[in-house]
Structures are given as C-alpha cells and as structure tokens.
C-alpha cells in the first residue's frame, strides 16, 4: 500500500511540475502576479511529493519488501540496515529518483528563501526548474519506474552488488548529486534571464549563493568517489580517467569557471555574456554526465541498466534542453546590455585567463570521453584514451590555471600592478622553485610532474597566505590592528582564499604520487617485506563471518625501523548470494601518506598474494577537496551573500510592496 | 585599452590558449591511444611487437599456469584464434578461467603480449560488453547467457 502512494504521489509530482512549468511563466508574460505566485507553490508542493516517494522506496527498501521488483533486485533481508538504505540509490531507477528529489529541493530552496528576487525572473526560473522536473519526472515514470511489483514475490532479494555494500554508497552519489544537479538552479536562472532578455550585478548576487551550494557539494562529492575508488578498487590509484569520472569532473571545470566569473558580474558587471553561457554550459555537462552515466553507453560499474529505451529518452532530454537553451542563448544574448571595462592587467582579467583555461581543460577532456564513442559509432573501430592523454592536455592546462591563480587572487580590479604583486608573491615564488628543484634532484629526474606539482602547491599555499596576511597587515601596523583589520575582512574573501589553499594542497598530494613505493610480493608467515621507508609482516590468516558474507583476514604489523608503528587487516570478502568476492584494502594513515595492502585469495600452504603500497602525502588529495569545499561554505556565510540580509536592509530604507501571497 | 584593443587582445589569448591545447592533445593523440581488438584480430591486424593495444575475450579453460612471484601466464580466445598474456600482478577479483577477461599491455611476439593492467566484470551478471561483441563476431556468443557491461 505504501509503495502504491509513493507511485501515485510521483505522478502527482509530474501534475505539480506541469503547474510550476507553465502557469507562473503564463504568468510572467501577462503580468500577473497571483500567477507568478504559484510558481512557488507548485515548487513546494511538488518536493512534498517527491519527498512522499522517495521515502515510500526508502521504507519498500528498509522492510525487505521483495514484491517490488526494485528491491527484489537489489536487496537482500541480511544486508545491515545502512546499506538497505544506501541500496536505495545503489541501482538505477532509485537513483534516478534521488536525482529528482535534489532537483526538487533546489526548486524548494528557490521558493522558500527567493523573496528578495524580482517577482519575474522568480516566477521564470522556477518554470525552467519545472520543466527540467518535468522531464525527468515522465522519464522514471515512462521507462524506470521504482515501484514496480513483481509477482509472485521471492523470498529473498537478489542482494546489492557486494562493490557497492560501502559506507561509500551512503555519502557519495548523494554529495554528487547535490553538486551536479544543484546546477539546475543556476541554469534556471540563466534561462530566465534570457528569457527576460535582462541581466545584471543582482542577478550575480541571486545566484551566487546557489552557485557555492552546488560547487562546494559537487567538490566533496568527486573528492568522496575518488577516496571510495582508491580504497576499494584494490589497486591504489584514485582517479583513472575514466568517463564516467570525466563526466563528473566536466560540470566541476564549467562549473568553477562560472563561479570566478560570476564574481566578475557581481562586483565589476562585466563578462555578462559569457558567464550566462558558463552557466548553460556547467548543467548541460551535468545532463552530458547523466547521460553518458545512466544510458548505458559506457561500460562502468555506475551503469546499472541497459534497456535502449532509457538512453534514448534521456538523450532526447538532453537535446532538448542543450539545444533549446543555446537556441535562447544565441537568440537572446546580443541583446544583453555590454558590461564594464577593464585593463587586460587586473583581477577581471586574471578571472578571464582562469576561464580560458578551465573551459579549454574542459573541452579536451569532453574531446577525450566522446571521442571514442564517436569513433565506435563511425567506424566500429575499438579505441581507449588513456591517462596519458588527459594528463597531458587538460593536466598542463590546469596546472598553468593553478600558476596562475595566486596572481589573479592578489590582483586588484579594474586596474592591477603585475609587478607589484610579483613583489609580494617573491616569498611564494622562491620557496615554491626551491621545493620544485629539491624535489626533482631528490627523484634525479626519474618524474617531471611531482615535483613540479609540488612545487606549484607550495606556491599556491603560500600565495593564498600572503594575501590575507597583505590584506590585514602593513609595515608598520600593531598585532592587535592587524587582528583586528583581519577580523574585518569579509567571509567570502577568507572562503576564497581558504579554497585557493585547498587547491595547493591537492597539488601537493599529487605530487606524493611520485615519490611513493610500491611491491608486488607473496607474503610468509613472519617474513618482512620492504615497502618505502616501511616494513610489512603477515601475522597470520583468519576466516572470519560477517552479517551476509565470509573473509578471509590477513592481520599484519607495519614497522619502521624494527619499530611497530601499526596493525593493518586487509582481506578478500566472500558474498554467497551473487558468487562475488571484494578485497578490502589495509590501510593505515602515517604522515599524511598511507600503508595500502590489497591481497588476493590465501594460498593452502598459508602464503598470501599481496600487492603493497607506500603513498606518501596521498591523504592531502581529498583534505585539499575538503579545504576547497568549505572555502565555498564559507562564501556562502557570507552575510552580504545571503537574501534575507539584503531584504532587510532595503526594508529598512523602503517598503518593498511584496505580493501577498 | 580602447573596447576594440581589449577584445582583439582577448581574442589573440583565447586563440593561443585553445592553439596550445590542440598542440598538445594532437601530440597526446598519437601515442596514447589504444585499440581494442579480439585475439582473432590481433593475428590480422596488429602484428608490431611493441604495439598498445586492449584483448578482450574468454579466459581459456585450463590455460592459466602461475608461478613464483606473482607471476601468471593465460590464453585469452574467443574460439577462433588464441593469444598468450603474461602477467605479474594480482589478478581481478572475478577473473576464471572460461570467464571473459580484457587485458592490456604491450605485444611481445606474434600471439603473444605482456599485459600490465587485467580487466575482469565487476559483477556476475555482467560481461565485459567488448569481449561480447568480440564473441558476437566469432559466431560464438549464444543470447540470453549474460548480460553485457563489467
């Protein structure tokens, strides 16, 4: 019964989306506010009953209710209650209607805290938002319904494919999510601001906030499927270029590049034109993604289905709404007001070598994920673009945008000294060139990029500490002023520089890549083997129950120098009920660098196959995410960023005349 | 700056940046791309010692000999012709023999390659959708006896 009013209040959702599509842009054409106005109802209704869906799979899921099909398939009744949970978005139709369900907070969020936006780009940004719903709502309807039945039902479910029994599965697709679909918003205002043929600093302003929501998420979202990737997979590396982690790393470039040039609309309104286009470009990557994802075009451990049907209905989405939007683009925006001027030496200008940059990056790596489908489409012909390919295109390109960044960050706008700053970046330069050379004389030259990736991170480390140490301090200034000049600087400054930083610090963890060790070794009982400045012994091996499998435990000692400094407990996981084994990774966290043990299946003389890792610095990759992610978090505090302030200060100067509801 | 001089100065940047990066994606392009082929097309096409390439097909039963040091030696066919992988490394957790493997690494001597990375499903119900359409082609695949996609 429960499952039958989560399908039936999903159809209503659709009815809901239909309203929000098309009576408040009805509305706006006609001026009328009473219509405008139930855009946002419709919003708020419309996530209730998403909401009312997503928690009658949730509850299907969590009481084993094998007479859905979906959890027929994709659960099992021994399954710890997180990962029943977790299955939720662990298979197709499920998460498609996470996907949804995000889709509709946005719209949500947009209704509840938009009261300080103009009523019309209001009422046309939750129209686009409908329709996107919309979409994707008579999708999951037409072709991926989650709460079919299926009869008779089985006693038991076919289990959750064992790769995706990991805490991994409860944070990161909906982190992901949050950041890639959280997108939509700012495309919704980009369209409506085409659509109005209308656009300036406010507009920035509005959609700033959104803009941090969905970066900072999207940030922590990769970072966390990186990190997921690295420990189960079993083979040590963290990103592999693979297309489906291409597809999520495409919206976070578009994405951070219209982050840095909407601060240009915001405080110079300037580059109007392209940040718009930014703003299309970052949510169609973002349906690029979902595409190339959920289609079954790809050959991955993300695609769950493959019923031709989905994938061309979702690329019929995606034409319409890339199509359609570059449609409104070319049509609408000649007919946007120029911007300000601006010297080619200035923050602005900074800002636009960061564009170019990141969207170039962004266009090889689109260039190296299509290519080969292409190809196979044309000729047949069977291809992979490997790593090399990305590291060499959009990896030096990148590595000039991080170069570039403590520059722009220490420019002034409109007109900047590029010597002066050179000046105060000398610290910054020179510590950075000293630890790029020792690290390379260290290798003797058996790698380019980590030292140089080293190099260049302490160089944006210390280029961001700079700033703020040159924005609260001058000669000749007592500590307390300078604290006190440092306590004054505003939030959003720290957010980005505190970002910069975390941009450093993932420099430096790649970097460690060069430097780590690795062996490929079958272990003995009591026999030591070398790995970096590191010793691994096997201890013994253990046959251990968990709640729906069985492994095999190899306990191990980690020394340094005679000493033990950790006990590590890698082990190959056994699932009954899908015939799979997993390996789970030892790990252990010492510096910053990592011990990483995979080991395949014991031998019957008690010997263990093991491959064994040392990944100096490796743990900075993810903290550095981190650091970016709440430098976006500490934007968003930012009081002058927020709505409301902005209401109530203008409040206080004039009655704004609010429509009544 | 007048507005003309500052767009032509953009122009002129944005043409070096894009320049640079079909520079170097054209230089990436010829020597990191790598074809997949099944072992029947190995023996026509790619027959360069040295040659990248990707194998896909079956794990040949009964074929897979290891030996010290991690080291494995197997045929990968898919029933017309047959290609000798030496490995050292782990093998995936789902790699069997009679099962469907892809392996890349580099071609030692006619039929025969060193791989450096083994590729296995990642799930039981899945097959590696190449070493499907590679068995397709063989005249070996019968519907309905797996689903393709690692």
Known sequence: MIVEIGHFALVLALAAA?????????????????????????????????????????????????SVLNVAENSNSAM????????????????????????????????????????????????????????????????????????????????LNPILQDPGLAIHPPLLYLGYVGFSIVFSFAAAALIEGRIDAAW???????????????????????????????????????????????????????????????????????????????????????????????????????DPRRGVFILAILAMFICGSFALFAWRAPMLKQGGLFAPVSREGALVVNNLLLTTACATVLFGTLYPLGLEQLTGEKITVGAPFFNLTAG???????????????????????????????????????????????????????????????????????????????PGLGAGMALKRALGLPLSFYGGALAHLGVGVTLLGLSGLGFGAETIATLHKGAPVEVGPYSVTLNSVEQRVGPNYTEAVA??????????????????????????????????????????????????????????????????IWLGAAAMALGGALSLADRRLRFGAAVRARAGARPLAQPAQ | MTRRGRRLALIALSLAVVGVAVGLGLYAMSDSIVFFYSPSEVIQKADRPGERLRVGGLVKAGSVVKSADERVAFVVTDGAHDLKVAYRGLLPDLFRE???????????????????TILAKHDERYMPREVVEALKKQGRWREGEAVARP
């Not at chain 1, 805290?113 to 919309?134: C, Y």
Request: proline share 4%; net charge positive.
């Open chain 1, 555 to 620: 306990p191990m000692t980690v020394r340094s120098g005679g000493v033990a400094v950790a006990e590590i407990a890698p082990a190959r996981r056994q699932f009954a009920s899908r015939e799979m084994t997993t390996t789970e990774a030892g790990l252990k966290t010492l510096h910053f660098g990592q011990i990483y043990v995979a080991i395949a299946d014991p031998a019957a003389d008690g010997t263990v196959p093991a491959r064994l890792y040392w990944k100096p610095l490796v743990t900075l």
């Open chain 1, 396 to 474: 030096a390109l990148l590595l000039t945008a991080c170069f570039a960044a403590p520059f722009g960050f220490s420019l002034a706008w409109k007109r900047g000294d590029l010597l002066g700053v050179a000046q105060r970046l000398t610290l910054a330069l020179v510590v950075g060139a000293a630890t790029a050379i020792a690290g390379a004389a260290w290798l003797g030259g058996r790698s380019i990029f980590a030292p140089l990736a080293m190099g260049l991170g302490v160089f944006v480390i210390l280029g961001a500490l700079i700033e703020v140490v040159m924005r609260a301090w001058r």
């Open chain 1, 204 to 306: 920035a302003r509005f959609v700033r906030p959104f803009t941090l929501v969905a970066w900072s998420f999207l940030t922590i979202g990769i970072a966390a499927g990186s990190f997921w990737a690295y420990y189960t997979l079993g083979w040590g590396g963290f990103w592999f270029w693979d297309p489906v982690e291409n597809a999520s790393l495409m919206p976070w470039l578009a994405g951070t590049a219209f982050l840095h040039s909407v601060a240009v609309m915001e405080k110079r309104d300037a580059l109007k034109v392209w940040t718009i286009f930014l703003a299309i470009l970052a949510f169609s990557f973002s349906l690029l993604g979902t595409f190339l994802v959920r289609s079954g075009v790809l050959t991955s451990v993300h695609a769950f289905a493959n």
């Open chain 1, 18 to 66: 239909l309203a929000q599509t098309v009576v408040p842009f009805w509305g706006a054409r006609v001026g009328d506010d009473g219509l405008m106005a139930v855009g946002r109802n419709a919003a708020l209704i419309q996530f209730a009953l998403i909401a009312v869906a997503f928690a009658a799979l949730v509850n299907a899921h969590l009481a084993s209710d094998f």
């Open chain 2, 98 to 116: 009679g099962q469907g493997v892809v392996a890349e690494g580099v071609l030692t001597a006619p039929g025969e390659m060193r791989a450096d």
């Open chain 1, 80 to 159: 710890p209650a997180i990962y029943k949970i977790a299955g939720v978005w662990g298979n197709h139709e499920g998460s498609m209607l996470l996907w949804v369900l995000i889709l509709a907070i946005f719209g949500a969020l947009v209704a509840l805290f938009g009261r300080g936006l103009p009523r019309m780009l209001r009422a046309d940004a939750l129209a686009v938002q409908g329709l996107i719903s919309l979409a994707f709502l008579a999708f999951i309807l037409l072709t991926s319904n989650p709460f079919e039945r299926l009869m008779p039902a089985p006693f038991e479910g076919r289990d």
